[in-house]
T-cell receptor, first 114, second 116 residues
């Protein structure tokens, strides 16, 4: 089954404790992206990747890191999480960055930083 | 700057009645427009998209959307709402030029509630 998977689905952590949220897709997609969803703000892009070893900042990259060493994986790293990073995170992928390509979304990771 | 506006946070309709979820956009050049739906505790699912051609686009689950270039709008519609349509709906736009090529911009979402 074609899908985007994220792990963990739920995570409660404390300020400053490094964490990684994994994202993997099995559709051989070139383009991958991370979003955060906050009430009243919709989805905001954190980082995106056009292909392996090609990443760039989205609208809200502060406090996050990403890497794209393999085509299928695009982990999101929070080196020193803070409470304002409490949010619902979605990973998404599409065949390419071409404008007509819809994005496929993972199930989401709900992160709480205490 | 690229932006998408969904002017209504909530839309409530009775089952069987037509529904409209509004979306307007501001983007440089010609936009590609998308609608996504999010059911509780789920990721976003693609509904439909406008690329070019016919201004009326048909998508999944009986939804359609009308592109209006002069009004810069892309409203989502369905002739007869179902209770199961209740969800959070997002409009999104992709610009066709500039440094933001390839990126997707989302509206803040509209919560649709269809009551029996």
């Amino acid at each position: 089954e074609a899908q985007v998977t994220q792990n963990p689905r739920y995570l409660i952590t404390v300020t400053g404790k490094k964490l990684t949220v994994t994202c993997s897709q099995n559709m051989n997609h070139e383009y991958m992206s991370w979003y955060r969803q906050d009430p009243g703000l919709g989805l905001r892009q954190i980082y995106y990747s056009m292909n392996v070893e090609v990443t760039d900042k989205g609208d809200v990259p502060e406090g996050y890191k990403v890497s794209r060493k393999e085509k299928r994986n695009f982990p999101l790293i929070l080196e020193s999480p803070s409470p304002n990073q409490t949010s619902l995170y979605f990973c998404a992928s599409s065949f390419s960055s071409g404008r007509n390509n819809e994005q496929f979304f993972g199930p989401g990771t709900r992160l709480t930083v205490l | 700057a690229q932006s998408v506006a969904q002017p209504e946070d909530q839309v409530n309709v009775a089952e069987g009645n037509p529904l409209t979820v509004k979306c307007t956009y501001s983007v440089s050049g010609n936009p590609y427009l998308f609608w996504y739906v999010q059911y509780p505790n789920r990721g976003l699912q693609f509904l439909l998209k406008y690329i070019t051609g016919d201004n009326l686009v048909k998508g999944s689950y009986g939804f359609e959307a009308e592109f209006n270039k002069s009004q810069t709008s892309f409203h989502l519609k369905k002739p007869s709402a179902l209770v199961s349509d209740s969800a959070l709906y997002f409009c999104a736009v992709r610009p066709d030029r500039g440094s933001t090529l390839g990126r997707l911009y989302f509206g803040r979402g509209t919560q649709l509630t269809v009551w029996p």
